[in-house]
């Protein structure tokens, strides 16, 4: 069974940053694209940022494109989701997940149809 393992999260003021990590045996493999997601109370789910298993391509909700980066390290154990100007809209609970995916999305897709494995999923608030 993977097991992925968030971590970084917490409570930050609106134009702060963040970066969560995401930790898995499995990132070393070459078959899978990893994710981050998002669900804030009440709202949809939501797929902010997907990284290729290649590392050659990357997509980003427009909600986020510019002010999060999504990476990952080269051992390929961690990937990262770099979070910048902060708004209070970004507080949600945030979930890696990982999938067989080129991460070839829209803002139409619906992302969490490739994931099969999740993290348990880690709290960031955004707030002054």
């Known amino acids: 069974q993977v097991q992925l393992v968030e971590s970084g999260g917490g409570l930050v003021q609106p134009g702060g940053s963040l970066t969560l990590s995401c930790a898995s045996s499995?990132?070393?493999?070459?078959?899978?694209?990893i994710a981050w997601f998002r669900q804030a109370q009440e709202k949809q789910r939501e797929g902010v940022a997907c990284?290729?298993?290649?590392?050659?391509?990357?997509y980003y909700a427009n909600s986020v494109k510019g002010r999060f980066t999504i990476s990952r390290d080269n051992a390929k154990t961690t990937v990262y989701l770099q979070m910048n100007n902060l708004k209070t809209d970004d507080t949600a609970v945030y979930y890696c997940?990982?999938?067989?995916?080129?991460?070839?999305?829209?803002?139409?897709?619906?992302?969490?149809?490739?994931?099969?494995?999740w993290g348990k999923g880690i709290q960031v608030t955004v707030s002054s």
């Open positions: 997940a990982v999938g067989p995916t080129m991460c070839d999305y829209d803002e139409e897709s619906d992302m969490a149809d490739d994931f099969g494995s």
């Open positions: 499995v990132f070393r493999g070459y078959d899978y694209g």
């Open positions: 990284i290729s298993p290649d590392d050659t391509a990357t």
